[in-house]
């Protein structure tokens, strides 16, 4: 008790200001502070977040201390607080507001790196051409080792073809395994897919960071290849 | 011999709303038909259990056997039972065709109509908490059932007493997602009731409440609410999931709010508190009738005046919005006696 005694003395009642996040159009005023959310949620107790005390800050107008605060990047965004919520809250997308308020240069360590990467040289690992494509074609060999599976190629920008994947950059980095999973299938299954050989990145961590600008940038340039390679369908698994 | 007036109203639905209106009717002359559609009068007020400790809670369930006893015995009120609603005509009077469940077809004429239709159970399946899985998962509806039926209170899935039981609040009501945003104002009074009344029949009983805030349960509130925090565990977080242990023991997820944690209990038995809905059959009476219903479902009685959109024709009771039996036995009464109105004055 007194821990938590000692923690609201650090809210300073003074900073409270409806007017605040008023315009904020995310249901939060009608909270009945259930908290079904944060009894759902995978994170709840983690540096003392919870998901209604976020909804109840925005409320309140707390807007500063949030964005300054830690809770809303502890946050999964995974969404089940949402699924539950009876009053139908986007809970998620009030924390995304919250990340988008802050200062980039701000924006935790690994997302802001990646993205950052990401934006600049067309994947989060800042991995060039030639090694993407060494990568690519070093697992379609050893996929081609295995029976059943002779003369296996990975087609890197093949006009014209039925299927464009995008590739997490993980894929081509610790878990170059679990690239094969979908390759194998695309060839049993006679699939005409390719593969971009630049902007390949299939994540797009602007979602998690609240940067709509960076995601229209990821997205356009799954679009552009879509376009130049005359691709019609698109398996963006991330 | 009662006075009697030859004026006729029909009255669907046998719940403890239509009992009062019945009986209120009848002592003043009016003749009554009550068309019920199950087998038996008091609807769900007859399933509810006396919750009295050491003396009356005032809870009300024992109301609906002296109305009963009236609907029965007074020879101005005529009970068909087990029959539905099929038809209505508006002509001189107003003709309610309905029929039995051997399919045998019947009619009644009457001056005015009251629907006292009552409402639905909140039904849990759809929320996290495995209720149609789980056996100790109980709704408040069935505990009180329980209770009434064997003066006991035992875990669905072996029989013997529940040590730790936890009640879950608002179970199907204050939700936007089911478009259910009233509060069913009977849930906090049964449950808390009940909780007492396993306090005093199982001294040493751990009872929790996951609530949001506790609902008015009478005029002595206020010492009421005192006893709730000292005698039961309170926890103001809704739980997120409900999952089933070995020997039937339910974990509950839950967020305390007192000390930051997210936590899992082990319980013996979990109440869902359900709250009240609009029936099923209200979309198909009302357009039977005539009538509207409000955006939820209810039946519109002009801001609870217990005046439909059409003349002659009454609404009342859970029918109209969720209440507990006090209030629908008021509402009976005054119902009645806006009919007497209309139809000294309007026929």
Redesign the interface.
């Known amino acids: ?1 007194n ?2 005694k000692e923690k609201s003395k650090t809210i300073n009642l003074n900073l409270l200001n409806h007017d605040k996040c008023k315009s904020w159009d995310y249901l939060q005023d ?1 909270c ?5 959310c ?4 995978p994170v ?2 983690v540096d ?1 977040f ?1 998901p ?1 005390k976020m909804v109840r800050m925005v409320s309140l107008g707390f807007e500063d201390e949030l964005i300054q605060s830690r809770w809303p990047w502890i946050c999964t965004m995974c969404g ?1 607080c949402e699924s ?5 809250i986007d809970i998620p997308g009030i924390a995304r507001k919250v990340r988008s308020l802050r200062d980039r240069d701000k924006v935790p360590g690994i997302l802001h790196k990646g993205l950052s990467m990401a934006l600049k040289t067309g994947n989060n690992l800042g991995l060039p051409d030639e090694d993407f494509i060494f990568i690519i074609e070093d697992v379609a060999e050893e996929i081609a080792e295995e029976p059943g599976f002779e003369n296996f190629k990975a087609p890197i920008d093949k006009k014209g073809a039925n299927l464009l994947t995008t590739i997490h950059n993980k894929l081509v980095n610790t878990h170059t395994e679990d690239l094969k999973h979908w390759w194998k299938i695309f060839y049993v299954a006679k699939e005409d897919w390719t593969v971009p050989s630049k902007n390949w990145e299939g994540t797009s961590w602007g979602l998690f960071t609240g940067d709509d600008n960076a995601m229209k940038k990821m997205a356009g340039r799954v679009a552009d290849h879509m376009k130049q390679l005359e691709v019609k369908n698109l398996l963006w698994p991330e | 011999m009662e006075r009697m007036i030859d004026q006729n109203v029909i009255i669907l639905g046998g719940g403890i709303t239509g009992l009062t209106a019945a009986s209120e009717l009848a002592h003043l002359g009016y003749h009554v038909e009550i068309i019920e559609k199950s087998e038996s009068i008091g609807g769900h007020a007859v399933r509810l259990t006396c919750k009295a400790t050491e003396k009356c809670v005032k809870c009300g369930a024992c109301k609906v056997d002296e109305k009963i006893q009236i609907a029965h015995s007074h020879i101005n009120i005529n009970i068909h039972m087990g029959c539905t609603l099929t038809g209505i005509k508006n002509g001189e009077r107003i003709s309610v065709y309905y029929r039995n469940q051997q399919d045998r077809k019947s009619s009644s004429n009457a001056e005015a109509v009251i629907i006292a239709t009552g409402f639905h159970p909140f039904n849990p399946e759809t929320k ?1 908490y495995g209720y149609d899985r789980f056996k100790n998962v109980i709704t408040s509806l069935e505990l009180e059932k329980r209770i009434k039926e064997h003066n006991d209170i035992k875990k669905p899935s072996d029989l013997t007493p529940p040590e730790k039981i936890a009640f879950v609040q ?1 179970v199907g009501s ?5 478009n259910h945003l009233w509060c069913s104002k009977i849930c906090c009074p049964s449950s808390l009731r009940m909780a007492h009344l396993i306090q005093t029949k199982q001294p040493g009983a751990d009872i929790s409440f996951f609530y ?1 805030d506790f609902q008015n349960c009478g005029k002595d509130y206020q010492q009421f609410q005192t006893t709730i925090h000292k005698n039961f565990r309170t926890i ?6 409900i999952l089933q242990t070995k020997n039937n023991h339910l974990e509950v ?3 305390d ?6 936590k899992e209990e082990i319980f013996d038995l979990v109440v869902l508190s359900v709250g009240i809905t609009p029936n099923q059959g209200n979309r198909d009476l009302s357009e039977k009738l005539g009538i509207n219903l409000t955006e939820f479902g209810f039946f519109d009685t002009h801001n609870q005046t217990g005046m439909t959109s059409k003349a002659g024709i009454f609404a009342a009771g859970t029918a109209c919005h969720p209440m507990g039996i006090e209030e629908s036995l008021s509402s009976g009464i005054k119902t009645a006696f806006r009919v007497v109105e209309y139809l000294k004055n309007g026929k």
């Open positions: 008790m821990k938590v009608i009945m502070t259930c908290s079904i944060s009894s759902s949620c709840s107790g003392d919870d209604r089940k539950v919520c009876p009053m139908g | 996290p608002c204050r939700d936007s997602s089911l949001i103001r977080a809704i739980p997120g999931d997820s839950f967020f709010p007192v000390d930051h944690k997210a």
